[in-house]
């Protein structure tokens, strides 16, 4: 059972919306994982690594902070190996096909009434949608 957490939740998004704003004022850049991420390695076409580096570190940080103070942080990552790659395969051509991730198109893209990022973004959430039915209902994981 999923714990509802409003204000963690509101905190949360107000976060990831205040670091979207940020980038897009000080670096004229779009805050998508995939494009940071994938900018990260060679070749290197500006002069934006330190801060494309800064950006995953703070990522990978921030849960290694909530846990440094206590904070108890749940994960669960499936054991099956092929689901896995089969998972990352599939997100990664997702994200090159759809010109973008979730947070590109779904917190940047539609807070600029991006057409394309409604389209992307209505088709991964869709997407979701069945994917969770059918692994609860249909599959039972």
């Known amino acids: 059972m999923t714990e509802f957490t409003p204000f963690a939740s509101l905190v949360g998004g107000m976060m990831i919306g205040l670091s979207a704003v940020l980038l897009m004022l000080w670096e004229g850049r779009i805050a998508g994982i995939s494009g940071i991420a994938g900018r990260l390695l060679p070749p290197y076409r500006d002069g934006a690594f330190r801060s494309r580096f800064g950006f995953v570190v703070g990522l990978v940080a921030a849960p290694l902070a ?7 942080v749940g994960q669960t990552v499936s054991s099956n190996i092929p689901l896995m790659i089969a998972a990352g395969l599939l997100v990664g051509f997702g994200s090159v ?22 389209v992307a973004t209505s088709i991964f959430m869709a997407t979701a949608f069945v994917t969770v039915f059918l692994v609860r209902h249909v599959i039972g994981a």
């Open 97 to 118: 096909w759809g010109n973008g991730c979730t947070s590109g198109h779904g917190v940047c893209g539609l807070s600029r009434l991006s057409a394309r990022s409604l």
């Open 66 to 72: 909530m846990i440094a103070f206590g904070v108890e």
